[in-house]
């Protein structure tokens, strides 16, 4: 079974240009998580999709960042404009019901000059 | 809002000795308690899990405990090996509320 994908693994912008990242998560998985995990922290969770839905984006920066689940499959996770402190991995998860075991992708390591 | 609290933030211990983790949650709802590993660069994995029904879940040097009126859940690692070294989160879930929240994260030295 293939797993969690994300891409890019890494990626490098200065402050105020925009990013996005991309996630595939196990076929099958109804649920969707993006994850922001700053050095030295716990992964917080910024936005959660039930297929297409959003169930929770109660931490999610909304005048800056976005997210999207158009077929209820893969996602795409969007700064505009980052900022310094937006440095972190974005880890996402999906799982096969709502809130239950999580699978996690390999990250995005961002990294804002 | 919600949250977990994980203690220790640091723990370091011999090879073979054993080690806890506590985890303390707030949300009354919450019914279900993954543990992550994080080893350095690599992605969060899940060890164990324990639901609001059980006291107690082993699974051979793991174990997990719950105490859903305290609202105190532990994570025992018995026998510790050099391989253990690594971040070790919390989580508590409210399946029903789709909320997750994890705990900030144990480092677990090991050493041989």
């Known amino acids: 079974e293939a797993g969690v994908a994300q891409s890019p693994r890494y990626k490098i912008i200065e402050k105020r240009q925009s990013v996005a990242f991309w996630c595939n998560p196990i076929s099958g998985h109804a649920t969707l998580y993006w994850y922001q995990q700053i050095l030295g922290q716990g992964p917080k969770l910024l936005i959660q999709f039930q297929n297409n839905g959003v169930v929770d984006d109660s931490q999610l920066p909304k005048d800056r960042f976005s997210a999207e689940r158009l077929k209820g499959v893969d996602s795409t996770l969007k700064i505009q404009p980052a900022k310094l402190e937006d440095s972190a991995v974005y880890l996402c998860?999906?799982?096969?019901?709502?809130?239950?075991?999580?699978?996690f992708g390999p990250g995005t390591r961002l990294l804002v000059l | 809002g919600e949250n977990v609290e994980q203690h220790p933030s640091t723990l370091s211990v011999q090879e073979g000795d054993s080690a806890v983790i506590k985890c303390t949650y707030s949300?009354?709802?919450?019914?279900?308690f993954p543990w992550y590993k994080q080893e350095l660069g690599k992605r969060p994995q899940l060890i164990i899990d324990i639901r609001s029904n059980v006291g107690e879940k082993k699974d051979q040097r793991i174990a997990v405990t719950l105490n859903k009126t305290a609202k105190h859940f532990s994570l025992h690692i018995t026998e510790t090996q050099p391989e253990d070294s690594a971040v070790y989160f919390c989580?508590?879930?409210?399946?029903?509320?789709?909320?997750?929240?994890f705990g900030a994260g144990t480092r677990l030295f090991v050493k041989a």
């Open positions: 949300d009354s709802a919450s019914n279900y």
């Open positions: 989580t508590a879930v409210n399946t029903g509320g789709f909320k997750t929240i």
């Open positions: 998860a999906s799982s096969s019901a709502g809130a239950e075991t999580q699978y």
